[in-house]
Structures are given as structure tokens and as C-alpha cells.
């Protein structure tokens, strides 16, 4: 009985370490969008050009469109955007924009310097439509597809790699369903 | 070159570390300390020239990052505070040469080094093979530092890690300890005396960063909270607990000589849940407000260090401790039985608060689904242990070693009818719940009845002096948690310039917004004015910062303090019509939770004093 007992600590700990290993294969911080596969979220926002101008989530029914989420104060952002430029460009690619908490003037005054990749640009001042979307930070691009669900979601710059490797491929199929 | 002599350096310290191993020489050490120091120093020094070439610099600095926080750096990322690990490890054992190795016996000492060179190596190896600090790249475009995350930007980082580290690192040596005691198979009342020192200053440390990290957080997330049992959090908190477990298991291993089973156990099992510690704040396998850069393979080597060392010192326990088993000598109603009691339910307290830090983990491994354990599970399960330890706290110094009559409780007559007294009168006048009237009359029974202690032992008050401070901070710690918790208000709302609210019998006035630029950061302060009874008393700053090097905005609070509030005023967004959201709090006696705690603190470095001073005539 005593000889059983005085191996409880390194059972216990056994069982805790095995647990640690399997932990290590787990991946908390991919935490899957819980917004992928479902429809957008409802909103009603300002367009850039025209501030009296209110659109709804029904612009994104019919094609196969990336939704970017930027701002003028992110630098990541302006890192990003020659490559959007290249997207319209050569790619043919419907890209919507969502300036997230920015002031009007400026975001113009940016894109007229560094071209307009975006066929229509919301404005959210406040943040709140991007609370709806679950957007953690700048730059994050959400694939949307025909019946205006959201089907990928890409936290950080879109570059070469992923857009070739994750991104291309998952438009080019959803232009086909 | 300078990064070169820095990975040169630690090599070097690798070589001195397995000497160590081998050897149990005290050069060793020194050399390891030396040659790590220079590591550190190289590094810094990177960081200061802002040496891009290294991908460290790169990372975790920016040319426009202040020298202060630069300095800072050199721990703020995972390479860097590895190497701060190692560092800090060469240190404890240095001290421990010059001041610990001669008054314990040969053998314990020696063990205890061949130990700490083990441990020292492992981590060593893990620093140069997967995390050298030193790595370089040479880019061939012009580049621009990362620099260093906004949240780590604040003075805190200059000494709360170093001070943390210092606290788990310590741990080891009582875990050496351990070891040594298990190997010779005999623990002495000289060899356990002298240890004592080397579990109370690493507690004290550990204490002091956790005080430190609970005020940065209040100060920087602008949550208004002061403890979030966030994984990180829970992971100092830990050892802690545990060590204060060990602190008094090993007072009854040294008067009594006895527990002595139970003394290694808990060293071990501290030292375990410090490595743990580092390794869940290391590794990525749970995510918490703390968010470092996380790699796989790191935490694979880490578990896999830690799996062999833990896993060797348990089996080795187990194989052992029948030399440590000893006839019972001591009636149920004594000292020793409190402090068994004590250890245990902190020991309880820890597994739970354990359970709750890796029962997502467990689930996540079932595949049973990603959740996160909160507040209301630690709450349910901690309050009940604390307030038993706390009457235990109470009543242990009053009662005699090995024996004693149960009719000595009645001599804490006094605190107990004082205590009730306070109660009474609060729940007379305030409104309260259940267990705010439970926190005040175990805060006050504490307090009380450790003063009456100290009148009774007057004349030996300065030789329990350190455990009376530690015992009267934890007193007032558990007074502040509890009306904080009973009595915090706040308040979310959309306010104008030159509007007014009322708030927690304050009123506040928007005066107006100032933007200004800072070294690396864009900054808009909205100044609020606070009258209390239609007098001006203070101002409150709430200020948020656009970091532009991180594209990140970090609100940084406006608080107005005294003894027994904090104001505190969190500024959020702006809205197109010129009003901000603002949040609101009211915070009572929040100082007080980390008062105690650094009174607790002060009271494990009064007594390593007293005895130090105590033991120099001899």
C-alpha cells in the first residue's frame, strides 16, 4: 500500500505532462471565424464618396467579392495595398473596402496618393460594424461568396504567398459553384 | 561582432554549466554567471545601437523606441527572457555560493550545485538550440525595427519580468534542495535552518511580481481590474501559493524535525509549478491577454525538459522517502497540526486553481469543444479555502508545539468578540452579501489576533517580527479584496466636451480633449475635472495611444487616487458627432490589496534579515 502511495506525485504529474503534450498539437488561438459559412452580418453604412449614401449588406449578392478591412493609420495596411492594386489590376478581383475607424478626409486624401482598389468603400467610423464582423485588427480581408456568405476570413496582410497558395484557389472555386 | 561575442558567451556558459553537473565546484558557477551577464550586456547593447541585423532587434525594437524601454527589450520578447532565465539562475546559484554553501553540510551543497548545473544546462541548451537571441539575418532591403508591443511599453517593464523571474527561478534552489536531501537520505535541523533563507527570498520575489504584474494591468488594460485569473496570471500564482505551503512545512522540518516527506514534496511540486509556469507562458498552449510569440517546437523541448527533471526527481522520491517516514510526535490539538492543516489546504487551493488553468486544455484534448474557465469557478472554489486558512492563520501562533489544551482558543476571546464587533457594525450600516461579511471578520480576526500576538511575545517580538508583518499584509490584502469586490461600481456612457456626469458621489466634468505626439506613439487625452461635494479635487488624464509602428491603439487610464478609492476613467471611441465613449470606475480600496501585498512581501525580507543578523555574531 505504502509503495503504491508514494508513486501518486509522479503518476499525477505523468497524467498533467501528458496532457501539456497534447496540448501542444491543439491550437487555441485558431479560433475558427464562427461567422464562416453563414451570412454576413446585417449593417447599414455610410460609402466613402458619399457620406448621405447608405448601402446594406445586399451589395455583396451575385459575385464573388473580398471584403478589406483598412484604416489610413495602419501601417501594415499601406504595406498591403500595392498588392490589392495588382489584385484589381491584373486579377480582375471585386474588392470592397471597410475603412475602420478612420476620419473621412484623410482615408480620401490616402487613396487619391495611393490609387483606389476598391469598388465601393463603407465608412465605420465608430468601429461597431467591425465589432459584427469579429474583426480583431487591421488588415483582415473576409472571401464572400454569391449568396453573400462568408466563406474565408484572412487575419493580417494578404501577400504573394497566400494569395497564390489559400486565397486564389478559394475564389476561383467559389466563382464556379 | 557584438552579437557574435554574445552567442560566444553563452556557449561558453553551456561548458561551464555541465562542468557543473559533473563537478559541484563553486568556479563554475561563477564563470556561468560572468559569461551570462555578458550575454545579457551584449545583448543590450544590440538593442541600444539598434542593430537590425539581428532578428531579436528587429523584432522587439524601433529606431524611434526611447533607450529606456530599449533596455526593457532585452526582456520583452521570449529569446531575451529565456536568456534572462539563465541569467537569473547563475545569480541565485552565485549567491547561494557566497552566502549558503559553507553553512549547510558538504554533501547538501554539493548536490545542490550539481542540481542547479543540470537545471542550468538544460535551459542553456534549450536557449542556444531553439531561441539564441543572437540569431542574424542580413536583409538586403532597407528595414525598419518591429518594435517593441504597445502594451509592454510602460515602466513596469523595466522591473516587473526581472523581478517575477527572480521569484520562480529561486525556486529552484529549494527544489536543489530536494534533491540533495533525497539523495543523502537524511534531512538535518542545520541543513533545514539554513535553507530557509533560499525559500523565503524567492517568495518574497515571487510576491513582489505579482503585486507588480496586478498593478500593470490595472494600469494598462484599462479593464479597471486588478486580477483577471488569466492562464499567465494563475501561473505565478501558483508557486506562490505552494511555496507559502513549503515556507511553513519547513519551520516544522526544522524546529520539530518532522514533515520532513512532506517538505521535499512540496519543494518539488513549487519548482514544478514554476516550470510549468514557464512553460505555459512560453509555449502558446493556452491563450491569454499575455499574447507572446509562440512556437511548437519550443514548447516540445521545454515539456520535454521538464517531463525528464520532474519526472526523475518524483521517481527518485518515491524510492527515497521511506528514510524520511517518522513516528508520529505530536498530540492532534498542536502547532504542527495547523500547520499540516495549512499546508493542505493551500496545497487544495493550488490543484484547483490548476484545474481551472488546464481544463480547457483537457477539453480541447477530448474534443469536446474550446471554452474558457473564468471568474466565477476560481471565485467558487478559492474564497472558501482562503477564509479557512485565514482562521487558521488566526489561531496557529497562539498554540504551543506538540501539545496543547484546546482552552487556550479562549485566550483569543478578544479578537474573536473585536472582529464580530466590526461585523455587526458594518452590516449595520452598509448593505452587504455574505461573504463581504466573512472577508471583514476573517481580515480583522487575522489582524487582530497576530497583534495580540506580537504584545504577547513583546520581549521576542524582533525574531518573529517578519512573520508578524507578512501575517498582518495578508490581513489587510484580504480587507482590500473584499471591498473592492463588495463595493466597485462602473459605469459605460457617451459623453460631449463641457458636459458633466454624476458618478459614485463624484461629479465629473469633460473639460476638454488634447492631442499630442509622443516619441513613437499619437496620443488624444480627454481631461476630465472631478469635483467631490461641488470642490474641485483633481484631475483625470484618460489618455489613448495610436502606436503607428503597430497599428495598434492601447488605452491608457486616467486614475485619481487616494487611501481608499481609486477614480478611474478608461477613454474609448470617438463617434461622429463629437461625443467619446468613456467607461467610469469606482474603485475602494484597491491600494490596499497590493499594500499588503507588498507588506507581506516586506515581512519575508525582515525575517531572511533577522536571521542573517542573528546568525553573524555566531
Redesign the interface.
Given at each position: 500500500m505504502?509503495k503504491i502511495r508514494?508513486?501518486l506525485?509522479?503518476v499525477l504529474?505523468?497524467l498533467?505532462?501528458g496532457?501539456?503534450?497534447?496540448?501542444?498539437?491543439?491550437h487555441?488561438?485558431k479560433?475558427p471565424s464562427p461567422l464562416i459559412g453563414k451570412s454576413v452580418p446585417q449593417f447599414s453604412l455610410s460609402t466613402l464618396d458619399n457620406p448621405n449614401r447608405t448601402l446594406t449588406q445586399s451589395i455583396f449578392t451575385g459575385h464573388v467579392t473580398l471584403l478589406n478591412v483598412w484604416?489610413t493609420?495602419?501601417?501594415?495596411?499601406s504595406i498591403e495595398h500595392p498588392f490589392l492594386m495588382h489584385l484589381v489590376k491584373d486579377e480582375h478581383i471585386i474588392i470592397d473596402g471597410l475603412d475602420y475607424?478612420d476620419d473621412d478626409e484623410t482615408a480620401k486624401k490616402w487613396l487619391q496618393q495611393m490609387g483606389n482598389p476598391y469598388q465601393i468603400i463603407l465608412t465605420d467610423?465608430?468601429?461597431n460594424a467591425a465589432i459584427d464582423w469579429g474583426v480583431y485588427?487591421?488588415p483582415e480581408t473576409f472571401i464572400i461568396d454569391k449568396n453573400s456568405h462568408i466563406r474565408y476570413r484572412q487575419i493580417g496582410a494578404i501577400d504573394e504567398t497566400t494569395w497564390t497558395t489559400v486565397l486564389k484557389p478559394l475564389v476561383e472555386q467559389l466563382e464556379h459553384e | 561582432m557584438i552579437p557574435e561575442l554574445g552567442t560566444f558567451a553563452i556557449i561558453l556558459a553551456l561548458c561551464f554549466s555541465v562542468l557543473q553537473i559533473f563537478h559541484g565546484r563553486q568556479s563554475a558557477v561563477f564563470g556561468q554567471a560572468i559569461f551570462l551577464s555578458m550575454a545579457m550586456l551584449s545583448l543590450i547593447i544590440c538593442l541600444i545601437t539598434n542593430d537590425v541585423t539581428v532578428l531579436y532587434v528587429r523584432d522587439h525594437s524601433h529606431f524611434s523606441l526611447p533607450l529606456f524601454y530599449r533596455i526593457g527589450a532585452a526582456w520583452g520578447g521570449h529569446e531575451g527572457s529565456l536568456l534572462l532565465w539563465c541569467l537569473i539562475l547563475s545569480y541565485w546559484s552565485a549567491l547561494f555560493c557566497i552566502f549558503g554553501y559553507k553553512k549547510m553540510s558538504k554533501q547538501i551543497s554539493e548536490k545542490m550545485l550539481m542540481t542547479l548545473g543540470l537545471i542550468s544546462t538544460g535551459f542553456i541548451l534549450f536557449l542556444l538550440l531553439t531561441s539564441n537571441p543572437f540569431f542574424r539575418d542580413f536583409p538586403t532591403a532597407l528595414i525598419v525595427g518591429n518594435d517593441l508591443m504597445p502594451v509592454l511599453q510602460d515602466p513596469g517593464l523595466i522591473f516587473h519580468p526581472p523581478v517575477l523571474y527572480s521569484g520562480y527561478v529561486g525556486c529552484a534552489l529549494s527544489f536543489a534542495f530536494a534533491i540533495a536531501v533525497l539523495i543523502k537520505g537524511n534531512m538535518t535541523t542545520a541543513d533545514a535552518r539554513a535553507c530557509r533563507i533560499w525559500i523565503i527570498l524567492p517568495w518574497s520575489f515571487l510576491g513582489c511580481g505579482i503585486v507588480s504584474g496586478s498593478w500593470w494591468a490595472y494600469r494598462e488594460l484599462g479593464w479597471g481590474g486588478w486580477w483577471f485569473w488569466d492562464p499567465v496570471e494563475n501561473a505565478s500564482l501558483l508557486p506562490w501559493l505552494s511555496a507559502t505551503a513549503l515556507l511553513h512545512s519547513l519551520i516544522v522540518s526544522e524546529k520539530r524535525h518532522t514533515f520532513l516527506g512532506w517538505t521535499v514534496l512540496l519543494a518539488i511540486i513549487t519548482f514544478t509549478l514554476s516550470l510549468i509556469g514557464t512553460f505555459l507562458v512560453r509555449s502558446g498552449v493556452l491563450v491569454s491577454v499575455h499574447a507572446f510569440a509562440n512556437d511548437p517546437t519550443r514548447g516540445l523541448f521545454l515539456l520535454g525538459f521538464l517531463t525528464i527533471l520532474i519526472g526523475g526527481s518524483l521517481l527518485l522520491y518515491s524510492f527515497r522517502i521511506g528514510k524520511f517516514y517518522q513516528n508520529v510526535n505530536f498530540a492532534l490539538f498542536s502547532r504542527e497540526t495547523m500547520l499540516l492543516l495549512n499546508t493542505i489546504l493551500l496545497l487544495t487551493a493550488v490543484f484547483t486553481i490548476l484545474i481551472g488553468t488546464l481544463y480547457p486544455i483537457l477539453l480541447d484534448a477530448l474534443n469536446l469543444g474550446k471554452i474558457s474557465v473564468g471568474e466565477p469557478y476560481f471565485n467558487t472554489i478559492f474564497i472558501p479555502l482562503v477564509l479557512f486558512v485565514l482562521l487558521l492563520m488566526g489561531i496557529a501562533p497562539h498554540i504551543k508545539w506538540q501539545k496543547d489544551q484546546t482552552s487556550t482558543l479562549l485566550k483569543l476571546g478578544l479578537p474573536f468578540l473585536f472582529s464580530s464587533m466590526i461585523v455587526a457594525s458594518v452590516s449595520f450600516i452598509f448593505s452587504t452579501t455574505l461573504y463581504t461579511l466573512l472577508g471583514i471578520f476573517f481580515s480583522a480576526w487575522v489582524l487582530l489576533s497576530t497583534l495580540q500576538y506580537a504584545i504577547k511575545i513583546r520581549k521576542n517580538s524582533l525574531r518573529h517580527s517578519g512573520m508578524i508583518v507578512a501575517h498582518i499584509g495578508i490581513a489587510i490584502l484580504a480587507l482590500g479584496i473584499t471591498f473592492n469586490k463588495t463595493y466597485s461600481t462602473e459605469k459605460q456612457l457617451r459623453i460631449h466636451p463641457n458636459e458633466s456626469i454624476q458618478f459614485a458621489n463624484h461629479d465629473f466634468y469633460f473639460d476638454r480633449i488634447n492631442t499630442n505626439q509622443g516619441p513613437n506613439y499619437q496620443s488624444v487625452q480627454a481631461i476630465f475635472l472631478v469635483q467631490h461635494q461641488k470642490k474641485l479635487i483633481g484631475e483625470i488624464d484618460a489618455e489613448q495611444r495610436i502606436y503607428t509602428s503597430h497599428d495598434e491603439i492601447l488605452s491608457h487610464p486616467g486614475i485619481l487616487f487616494n487611501f481608499w478609492r481609486d477614480l478611474y476613467i478608461a477613454l474609448g471611441n470617438r463617434f461622429p458627432d463629437g461625443s467619446w465613449s468613456v467607461r467610469l470606475y469606482y474603485r475602494p480600496f484597491v491600494r490596499w490589496i497590493w499594500s499588503g501585498g507588498l507588506l507581506t512581501v516586506l515581512g519575508g525580507l525582515l525575517s531572511v534579515l533577522v536571521r542573517y543578523k542573528k546568525e553573524k555574531p555566531a
Amino acid at each position: 500500500m505504502k509503495k503504491i502511495r508514494v508513486l501518486l506525485p509522479l503518476v499525477l504529474f505523468m497524467l498533467i505532462a501528458g496532457l501539456l503534450f497534447r496540448g501542444l498539437k491543439l491550437h487555441p488561438e485558431k479560433i475558427p471565424s464562427p461567422l464562416i459559412g453563414k451570412s454576413v452580418p446585417q449593417f447599414s453604412l455610410s460609402t466613402l464618396d458619399n457620406p448621405n449614401r447608405t448601402l446594406t449588406q445586399s451589395i455583396f449578392t451575385g459575385h464573388v467579392t473580398l471584403l478589406n478591412v483598412w484604416a489610413t493609420w495602419c501601417e501594415a495596411c499601406s504595406i498591403e495595398h500595392p498588392f490589392l492594386m495588382h489584385l484589381v489590376k491584373d486579377e480582375h478581383i471585386i474588392i470592397d473596402g471597410l475603412d475602420y475607424r478612420d476620419d473621412d478626409e484623410t482615408a480620401k486624401k490616402w487613396l487619391q496618393q495611393m490609387g483606389n482598389p476598391y469598388q465601393i468603400i463603407l465608412t465605420d467610423p465608430t468601429g461597431n460594424a467591425a465589432i459584427d464582423w469579429g474583426v480583431y485588427g487591421t488588415p483582415e480581408t473576409f472571401i464572400i461568396d454569391k449568396n453573400s456568405h462568408i466563406r474565408y476570413r484572412q487575419i493580417g496582410a494578404i501577400d504573394e504567398t497566400t494569395w497564390t497558395t489559400v486565397l486564389k484557389p478559394l475564389v476561383e472555386q467559389l466563382e464556379h459553384e | 561582432m557584438i552579437p557574435e561575442l554574445g552567442t560566444f558567451a553563452i556557449i561558453l556558459a553551456l561548458c561551464f554549466s555541465v562542468l557543473q553537473i559533473f563537478h559541484g565546484r563553486q568556479s563554475a558557477v561563477f564563470g556561468q554567471a560572468i559569461f551570462l551577464s555578458m550575454a545579457m550586456l551584449s545583448l543590450i547593447i544590440c538593442l541600444i545601437t539598434n542593430d537590425v541585423t539581428v532578428l531579436y532587434v528587429r523584432d522587439h525594437s524601433h529606431f524611434s523606441l526611447p533607450l529606456f524601454y530599449r533596455i526593457g527589450a532585452a526582456w520583452g520578447g521570449h529569446e531575451g527572457s529565456l536568456l534572462l532565465w539563465c541569467l537569473i539562475l547563475s545569480y541565485w546559484s552565485a549567491l547561494f555560493c557566497i552566502f549558503g554553501y559553507k553553512k549547510m553540510s558538504k554533501q547538501i551543497s554539493e548536490k545542490m550545485l550539481m542540481t542547479l548545473g543540470l537545471i542550468s544546462t538544460g535551459f542553456i541548451l534549450f536557449l542556444l538550440l531553439t531561441s539564441n537571441p543572437f540569431f542574424r539575418d542580413f536583409p538586403t532591403a532597407l528595414i525598419v525595427g518591429n518594435d517593441l508591443m504597445p502594451v509592454l511599453q510602460d515602466p513596469g517593464l523595466i522591473f516587473h519580468p526581472p523581478v517575477l523571474y527572480s521569484g520562480y527561478v529561486g525556486c529552484a534552489l529549494s527544489f536543489a534542495f530536494a534533491i540533495a536531501v533525497l539523495i543523502k537520505g537524511n534531512m538535518t535541523t542545520a541543513d533545514a535552518r539554513a535553507c530557509r533563507i533560499w525559500i523565503i527570498l524567492p517568495w518574497s520575489f515571487l510576491g513582489c511580481g505579482i503585486v507588480s504584474g496586478s498593478w500593470w494591468a490595472y494600469r494598462e488594460l484599462g479593464w479597471g481590474g486588478w486580477w483577471f485569473w488569466d492562464p499567465v496570471e494563475n501561473a505565478s500564482l501558483l508557486p506562490w501559493l505552494s511555496a507559502t505551503a513549503l515556507l511553513h512545512s519547513l519551520i516544522v522540518s526544522e524546529k520539530r524535525h518532522t514533515f520532513l516527506g512532506w517538505t521535499v514534496l512540496l519543494a518539488i511540486i513549487t519548482f514544478t509549478l514554476s516550470l510549468i509556469g514557464t512553460f505555459l507562458v512560453r509555449s502558446g498552449v493556452l491563450v491569454s491577454v499575455h499574447a507572446f510569440a509562440n512556437d511548437p517546437t519550443r514548447g516540445l523541448f521545454l515539456l520535454g525538459f521538464l517531463t525528464i527533471l520532474i519526472g526523475g526527481s518524483l521517481l527518485l522520491y518515491s524510492f527515497r522517502i521511506g528514510k524520511f517516514y517518522q513516528n508520529v510526535n505530536f498530540a492532534l490539538f498542536s502547532r504542527e497540526t495547523m500547520l499540516l492543516l495549512n499546508t493542505i489546504l493551500l496545497l487544495t487551493a493550488v490543484f484547483t486553481i490548476l484545474i481551472g488553468t488546464l481544463y480547457p486544455i483537457l477539453l480541447d484534448a477530448l474534443n469536446l469543444g474550446k471554452i474558457s474557465v473564468g471568474e466565477p469557478y476560481f471565485n467558487t472554489i478559492f474564497i472558501p479555502l482562503v477564509l479557512f486558512v485565514l482562521l487558521l492563520m488566526g489561531i496557529a501562533p497562539h498554540i504551543k508545539w506538540q501539545k496543547d489544551q484546546t482552552s487556550t482558543l479562549l485566550k483569543l476571546g478578544l479578537p474573536f468578540l473585536f472582529s464580530s464587533m466590526i461585523v455587526a457594525s458594518v452590516s449595520f450600516i452598509f448593505s452587504t452579501t455574505l461573504y463581504t461579511l466573512l472577508g471583514i471578520f476573517f481580515s480583522a480576526w487575522v489582524l487582530l489576533s497576530t497583534l495580540q500576538y506580537a504584545i504577547k511575545i513583546r520581549k521576542n517580538s524582533l525574531r518573529h517580527s517578519g512573520m508578524i508583518v507578512a501575517h498582518i499584509g495578508i490581513a489587510i490584502l484580504a480587507l482590500g479584496i473584499t471591498f473592492n469586490k463588495t463595493y466597485s461600481t462602473e459605469k459605460q456612457l457617451r459623453i460631449h466636451p463641457n458636459e458633466s456626469i454624476q458618478f459614485a458621489n463624484h461629479d465629473f466634468y469633460f473639460d476638454r480633449i488634447n492631442t499630442n505626439q509622443g516619441p513613437n506613439y499619437q496620443s488624444v487625452q480627454a481631461i476630465f475635472l472631478v469635483q467631490h461635494q461641488k470642490k474641485l479635487i483633481g484631475e483625470i488624464d484618460a489618455e489613448q495611444r495610436i502606436y503607428t509602428s503597430h497599428d495598434e491603439i492601447l488605452s491608457h487610464p486616467g486614475i485619481l487616487f487616494n487611501f481608499w478609492r481609486d477614480l478611474y476613467i478608461a477613454l474609448g471611441n470617438r463617434f461622429p458627432d463629437g461625443s467619446w465613449s468613456v467607461r467610469l470606475y469606482y474603485r475602494p480600496f484597491v491600494r490596499w490589496i497590493w499594500s499588503g501585498g507588498l507588506l507581506t512581501v516586506l515581512g519575508g525580507l525582515l525575517s531572511v534579515l533577522v536571521r542573517y543578523k542573528k546568525e553573524k555574531p555566531a
